[in-house]
């Protein structure tokens, strides 16, 4: 089945219900398919959208059965979907991103592990299991590093920068939770993502190269194009297909990489699914990632993706959102993207704009206009 076009007519099942699955939803329907999501609750961000909605909890046996028999073809909006879930999937319904992406991208040993047998770099980095373990890779490292669980995190979970031996007993405590990887802290300059798509006939295409700034580990700003040198962008593009191509990818997968003040370029992570970093596409390219995702599972000819006007995207924090609304009057070239989400917490990601500008510059004062967020600066990771 791996070279069969899924129609539109078909149905697209969507494991998650979040914003990614409501994206990737709202771009499905646009080419004709209908949608069933898998999700915890009723009337989540994807199920608004859906045709069919299906709860129950991601390792339900019942309920991915469900899922299963109302869909043709079956993708995923988050990686900490469960592998043996998955692998269940595949038995019975067509899953063209399959497992073992999910299996590697889960657990930050295995993909280090995989991206450096591609030839890639990736930051210095020693697997612990132990406080010693711990104490003796930081020392080989030498501080600032940082201590990440190898499984699980995301926006600034699950990970601890130890600037020195005080805030050292902060790393201690991930252990409980299982193995962890201490990495080198990089001579950051910038931090960018390419997202890369591919489809089973081995088609590869990227969106062009984005320049992401973090408050508080979560993304605040995307900046396309990146403010980099024409050889560096050509490079992080190649490594995104080298990894592509190198773990068969079908769908979408997020590379995001560290670019080092001394221009060395560096993996940092990997997501199997359309990515934060790529919102901009949806206004400010031909087509949108989330309408290459659903033509690289179907099987459809890719297309190549163009910048059609400089761009920013802001993400939208429960925070925000009061007197973002406030300031509509403001939003002339300013696309504003919703979630669906009827509780606004702090740091929970709401929604997002997008300016669009014909200068990058243009597009960024207008961004800082809007007065979202404070404008501090703060390391990364």
């Known amino acids: ?36 999501v898998l999700d ?23 309920a991915i059965e469900h899922l299963a028999s109302v869909s043709d073809v079956i993708t995923y909006e988050f990686e900490n979907v469960d592998v043996e879930m998955m692998k269940r999937l595949e038995m019975n319904c067509h899953v063209p991103q399959g497992s073992h992406l999910l299996a590697v991208t889960q657990n930050r040993k295995l993909e280090k592990e995989t991206i450096t047998k591609l030839g890639l770099k990736v930051p210095v980095y020693h697997i612990v299991n132990t406080t010693d373990e711990l104490d003796q890779a930081v020392e080989a490292i030498g501080y600032p590093c940082v201590v990440k669980t190898c499984r699980g995190g995301y926006d600034g979970k699950g990970q601890v920068l130890v600037k020195g031996h005080k805030n050292k007993a902060e790393a201690y405590t991930l252990l409980s939770q299982g193995e962890c990887i201490v990495e080198q802290w990089v001579n950051l300059d910038k931090e960018i993502s390419v997202i890369v798509h591919r489809n089973a ?49 079908i769908g979408t997968l997020a590379v995001e990489m560290f670019l ?39 099987n459809w000819p890719l297309t190549e993706p163009l910048l059609l006007k400089p761009a920013v995207m802001v993400n939208l924090l429960g925070e925000h959102i009061e007197d973002t609304l406030a300031k509509i009057e403001c ?39 809007l007065g979202i967020w404070e404008r501090t600066e703060e390391l990364t990771t």
Request: proline content about 4%.
């Open 201 to 249: 006939k081995g088609e590869t295409v990227c969106l062009p190269v984005a320049e992401n700034i973090h408050r508080h580990h979560i993304l605040h700003q995307t900046i396309v194009p990146a403010r980099i040198l024409e050889g560096q962008k050509e490079k992080a593009i190649q490594y995104a297909q080298t990894i592509a191509k190198g773990l068969n990818l």
């Open 260 to 298: 080092t003040v001394e221009g060395e370029l560096y993996i940092n992570e990997l997501a199997p699914r359309p990515h934060n970093s790529g919102h901009f596409s949806m206004n400010a390219c031909n087509l949108s990632q989330f309408q290459q995702h659903v033509r690289a599972i179907c």
């Open 40 to 62: 915890l609750t009723e009337h989540s961000p994807c199920g608004q959208v859906a045709d069919i909605e299906v709860i129950g909890a991601y390792d339900d046996e019942k």
């Open 1 to 36: 089945m791996s070279n069969v076009i899924i129609p539109p007519g078909k149905t697209i099942g969507i494991v998650g219900g979040g914003q990614l699955g409501r994206m990737i939803a709202l771009a499905a329907k646009e080419m004709g398919y209908y949608i069933a």
């Open 331 to 369: 939003f002339d070239n300013v696309h504003l993207h919703l979630y669906g989400k009827k509780v606004a917490k702090e740091k929970r990601k709401m929604g997002h704009i997008t300016v669009l500008a014909d200068k990058i510059d243009e597009a960024m004062i207008k961004a800082e206009s």
